[in-house]
Nanobody
């Protein structure tokens, strides 16, 4: 299983970034997908998730600012991030999980596969 993440970078507060993650090596469309992030000295936290039927879930602090989507034909999941804030800074990971009992909880044990991460820095 491999993930190729891209789209990270540095941006000023209020700016936007779009993260992309191309997956390979597994039956992509049967998995639920998501994005986690980790700030220095902090635990990883779930940011957004998307189920096989397209249902989405978000961490409270990003609701209304972030949008997760996927393109099954391209094996790609996206995270559009708007109105970025300094507290959004961190290493962003693309993730995938395959449990039939997943109900949208953005918790690490539910996700089997993790990318290497792409850095997002929000600073003036």
């Amino acid at each position: 299983v491999k993930f190729m993440e891209s789209g990270g970078g540095s941006v000023q507060p209020g700016g936007s970034l779009r993260l992309s993650c191309v997956a390979s090596g597994f039956t992509y469309w049967v998995y639920y997908l998501g994005w986690f992030r980790q700030a220095p000295g902090m635990q990883r936290e779930g940011v957004a998730g998307i189920a096989t039927d397209g249902t989405t879930t978000y961490e409270d602090s990003v609701k209304g600012r972030f949008t997760i989507s996927k393109d099954v034909a391209k094996n790609t999941v996206y995270l559009q991030m708007d109105n970025l804030k300094p507290e959004d800074t961190g290493l962003y990971y693309c993730v995938a999980g395959g449990s039939t009992r997943w109900e949208g909880k953005l918790s690490p044990p539910w996700f089997n596969y993790w990318g290497q991460g792409t850095q997002v820095t929000v600073s003036s």
